[in-house]
T-cell receptor, first 112, second 108 residues
Framework: SQTIHQWPATLVQPVGSPLSLECTVEGTSNPNLYWYRQAAGRGLQLLFYSVGIGQISSEVPQNLSASRPQDRQFILSSKKLLLSDSGFYLC???????????FGQGTRLTVV | GQNIDQPTEMTATEGAIVQINCTYQTSGFNGLFWYQQHAGEAPTFLSYNVLDGLEEKGRFSSFLSRSKGYSYLLLKELQMKDSASYLCAPSRGQNFVFGPGTRLSVLP
């Protein structure tokens, strides 16, 4: 069966520090991968998605970047965090455009 | 672009039936997701409708009308644990974008 892993579960980082969040999927190949952010009390905002290794689509301009160095690995990064980067970051995967999509457990990031 | 609308909050009584509506305007539409999200947790997949009509999964059913840009989630025999946010997400091409979510409170 397929599983998705995100880590860490929680993170507290100072303003101006770098960020690296990792998401990996097991039990499938060539998944579509997604990064979402949810600010406190708000809806989910699509940040990036990827349909293959090295292919990244950005939905909103921001202080973040994404990379997909391996088929089942999706990384969210920042060189310098802002206070507004605080939120609940969620990774999701699906096997194609007309299939179900499943989320990891999320990373709660607090920038102080 | 996308324009997704859901009621912000709903309240219902334990054992009752509640219908949560979602309207959308999405170019390149190819299906619609419903997710449940409890406070502080990741969303949990409920349904994915591609074709028009009603799909039933136990106490939860989801309906889609592609021509009207309309979907609803029907929850029957409500339980206290159903108190959560319910998110609709139209799928467009390879990605999917969420509506604002409906916070459902189930009262005893």
């Amino acid at each position: 069966s397929q599983t998705i892993h995100q880590w860490p579960a929680t993170l507290v980082q100072p303003v101006g520090s770098p960020l690296s969040l990792e998401c990996t999927v097991e039990g499938t190949s060539n998944p579509n991968l997604y990064w979402y952010r949810q600010a406190a009390g708000r809806g989910l905002q699509l940040l990036f998605y990827s349909v293959g290794i090295g292919q990244i689509s950005s939905e909103v301009p921001q202080n973040l970047s994404a990379s997909r160095p391996q088929d089942r690995q999706f990384i969210l990064s920042s060189k310098k965090l802002l206070l507004s980067d605080s939120g609940f970051y969620l990774c999701a995967w699906r096997s194609g455009r007309n299939t179900e999509a499943f989320f990891g457990q999320g990373t709660r990031l607090t920038v102080v | 672009g996308q324009n997704i609308d859901q009621p912000t909050e709903m309240t219902a009584t334990e054992g009752a039936i509640v219908q949560i509506n979602c309207t959308y305007q999405t170019s390149g539409f190819n299906g619609l997701f419903w997710y449940q999200q409890h406070a502080g947790e990741a969303p949990t997949f409920l349904s994915y409708n591609v074709l028009d009509g009603l799909e039933e999964k136990g106490r939860f059913s989801s309906f889609l009308s592609r021509s009207k840009g309309y979907s609803y989630l029907l929850l029957k025999e409500l339980q206290m644990k159903d108190s959560a946010s319910y998110l609709c997400a139209p799928s467009r091409g390879q990605n999917f974008v969420f509506g604002p979510g409906t916070r459902l409170s189930v009262l005893p």
